[in-house]
């Protein structure tokens, strides 16, 4: 059976790695066909054409698909649902805004942040932040579902899928404002090999620095737990967590981070993970493969000039 | 203009979740229960907003089983009017699929005629992330998922959304459904006077069936199984060890 993927496209651009995890995700379930939406989406479809497993790209521009908008966007992909019998995108916070109201528009439940795909109906996702993986069937005829794209390898590229455009859709219910997106060089949070978070032991916006230095030094991506951000010290798009981004790099560095189980459904499935914290009783060292009992101000930088 | 806030009965945050040994699910027997975090943020924005005048009233709605009547207490004696329980079963271990809460719910909307519903972005226990934006759907009414900040003017709301790549805000139509992040406010807590209080206020119950919508799961839960766990690790006495045992493992 057929599946329509929703890529992540942000600005007319297409963000290859969420795409690329969904696509490979996604190809056990049938042939895959990408919608690629928004106000300019003709260099996103492009290059999604490009991802291994992609059968067809499907390219909508519309002033009104524009910022991704949940309202028009879920009523394209309605309007496009007859032919599918799996809808899914990458769990991204956008994905995560559309996909359930697709699924109510169409009277199913939605699959969020699924980690496993066991057959076509059957669905591995976490709950109660990560501890306890639930492995659920749904009895509904078309199935509604976001991938945690952590846990998904990207499919590659140097296909030529077929590029076709469709007409868009709008709606007066909502209007985009602004957006605040942070400006950064360092990696992706989400996709980055080595991630460095820091955590409330920080203690300012200003002592950040002490970590950025280090994530710089190993051309790493920044991350922050839930008490940093409210505290603060570090924007919510650096959130990792039961509700802000999962991670999974090759090397996950948590700096004062105590590591409470909303913060290590973010992390725990990172291949090594680093803890530098004085507290010797920090829950975080349950799970770190190194652990460093020390104080962060004399550790990290000590850290930053060694590496 | 009255506002609709639904409050979910889930397992306290600070509780660790077990899985039952028979792989049936998460046993919620015996375990301290409290509002979803994410639902007292909905509670006390909805609070704030009748302070400046902007919202007459608050009327507080929980989908699930009788005990969730404590939920409602709780919101109510941070300030909710009024409250609504609608028990759809009598199994704690039954979680009412999002879409079965959001059918409910637009029932509850269609009676209540409410301007506005502030609800949770997701319940820390199914992880589901959903209702608010179903809910929306089957009213066909604006929405703004995982609020940051919000005001309210007239017949627009402007809400700043926490997104992958920073905030968004955006501007929505009233009626609107907008769920709340965790930056939008601290929510307060209950007085010992309004406690008290709030044991006086009114709290309506229903059933599902009372409301004509089917709460029959489309999901089958084939098991619940404990994730993976992961291997202990070893503490290092210094940084000289831990970056030696980096760069032993070819990681920097």
Request: aromatic content about 4%; hydrophobic content about 45%.
């Amino acid at each position: 059976m057929a599946v329509l993927l929703l890529a992540e496209v942000n600005d007319g651009a297409l963000s290859m790695d969420a795409t690329a995890k969904a696509v490979s995700a996604a190809k056990a379930l049938g042939d895959v066909t990408v919608l690629c939406a928004g106000g300019s989406a003709a260099a996103a479809g492009a290059e999604a054409a490009t991802i291994e497993g992609v059968a067809k790209v499907l390219v909508a521009e519309d002033a009104g698909l524009s910022h991704r908008l949940a309202e028009a966007t879920a009523d394209l992909i309605v309007s496009l649902a007859g032919d599918y019998e799996h809808i899914v995108a990458p769990a991204t916070t956008d994905a995560k805004n559309v996909m359930p109201r697709v699924a109510a528009l169409l009277d199913v439940m939605v699959l969020s942040d699924v980690s496993g795909v066991v057959d076509a109906s059957t669905f591995e996702r976490p709950i109660y932040a990560g501890n306890a993986i639930q492995t659920v069937k749904t009895g509904d005829a078309k199935k509604v579902i976001t991938f945690r794209t952590s846990t998904f390898d990207a499919a590659g590229t140097g296909n030529s899928a077929p590029v076709e455009t469709i007409g868009g859709a709008s709606s007066d219910l909502s209007s985009w404002v602004e957006d605040k997106v942070a400006v950064s060089d360092r990696p992706e949070l989400t996709s980055a090999g080595i991630v460095v978070s820091g955590g409330r032991g920080v203690g300012s916006e200003e002592d950040f620095k002490i970590i950025e230095a280090l994530a710089d030094k190993l051309g790493a991506a920044m991350g922050a737990s839930r008490a940093a951000v409210d505290s603060g010290y570090a924007p919510n798009d650096w959130q990792v967590g039961q509700t802000g981004k999962v991670v999974a790099p090759d090397l996950y560095i948590a700096v004062g981070i105590s590591g409470a189980i909303q913060h290590l459904a973010g992390m725990k499935d990172s291949k090594v993970i680093v803890a530098i914290n004085k507290d010797e009783e920090a829950p975080i060292f349950q799970v770190a493969d190194y652990g460093l009992v020390a104080d962060l101000f004399t550790a990290v930088p000590e850290l930053t000039e060694k590496l | 203009m009255k506002v609709l806030v639904p409050v979910k009965r889930v397992i306290d945050y600070n509780m660790k979740a077990k899985v039952k040994s028979d792989g049936s699910g998460v046993d919620l027997a015996n375990v301290k229960m409290s509002m979803n975090p994410f639902d007292e943020i909905a509670v006390e924005e909805a609070i704030r907003l009748r302070e400046v005048g902007k919202a007459e009233e608050i009327v507080a709605v929980s989908v699930g089983v009788k005990q969730a009547q404590e939920t409602l207490r709780t919101a109510l004696a941070m300030g909710a009017d009024r409250a609504i329980l609608v028990i759809a079963s009598d199994d704690v271990h039954t979680d009412i699929e999002p879409l079965a809460v959001a059918k409910i719910l637009k029932a509850i909307v269609d009676e209540q005629q409410p301007g506005l519903v502030l609800c949770g972005k997701q319940a820390i226990d199914n992880d589901m992330n959903a209702t608010g934006q179903m809910l929306s759907a089957l009213l066909g009414w604006s929405q703004a998922t995982f609020a940051s900040e919000l005001s309210v003017d007239g017949d627009s709301a402007v809400v700043t959304r926490e997104v992958d790549g920073g905030l968004q805000t955006i501007k929505v139509k009233i009626p609107a459904v907008v769920t709340v992040d965790l930056r939008l406010n601290e929510p307060r807590y209950a007085s010992l006077p309004n406690i008290m209080k709030a044991k006086k206020k009114p709290l309506d119950e229903k059933t599902a069936a009372d409301l004509g919508v089917d709460v029959a799961p489309r999901l089958e839960i084939v098991k619940t199984s404990e994730p993976a766990a992961r291997q202990a690790g070893e503490m290092v006495p210094d940084v000289d060890t831990l970056v030696a045992k980096l760069k032993e493992k070819g990681l920097v």
